[in-house]
């Protein structure tokens, strides 16, 4: 288990806003390693050129438009599952690895505090899990401007 000292406030705030930290330049990264960028960017700009075909086809009531769009349609879907697919890797590699720490921190912190966020009826006291998605969706954004990427994907230039 953890030290006692880590399951208290301030250390217990700070260990989970560094392990959310740890986890999501990880991830970032993995994600950067294991997808081709320049083809998915590519797929990506395919679909959104069929996405506005398709719009002005629906808008205009352009028939013809909307045949030629409608024969497209299972090209596009093989590139959406494609994508899906290029996306899926990195979590495929570290579910079972971030299941098993998940398993060790829940087990730890279970059911200490971790932080305190300022309420109108006193502090709100924050569990691990809460504290921790907080943390994640802050730190998580943090790094893909550090590292220039998309927050929702890990990849693709800003």
């Keep these: 288990m ?3 000292w880590l399951l208290n406030i301030p250390a217990s ?3 989970t806003l560094v392990i959310s930290f740890i ?3 990880a991830t970032t990264l993995l994600n950067r390693k294991l997808i081709n960028k320049e083809q998915f960017m590519k797929w990506q700009e395919e679909i959104n050129r069929w996405e506005a075909m398709m719009k002005r086809a629906k808008r205009t009531g352009d028939r013809k438009l909307l045949a030629k769009a ?3 349609e299972p090209r596009i879907m093989q590139l959406r599952s494609r994508m899906m697919t290029q996306q899926m890797k990195g979590g495929a590699i570290t579910f079972v690895p971030l299941l098993l720490v998940w398993q060790f921190l829940i087990g730890s912190f279970r059911d200490v505090p971790v932080a305190y966020l300022p309420g ?3 502090p709100l006291v924050m569990p691990f899990f809460i504290w921790y998605i907080i943390c994640s969706f802050f730190v998580s954004t943090i790094v893909s401007r550090i590292l220039g990427v998309s927050p929702s ?3 693709g230039e800003k």
């Design 2 to 4: 953890l030290p006692e």
């Design 13 to 15: 705030t700070l260990f």
């Design 23 to 25: 986890i999501s330049l």
């Design 70 to 72: 409608k024969r497209q």
């Design 120 to 122: 109108l009826n006193g």
């Design 153 to 155: 994907m890990g990849l």
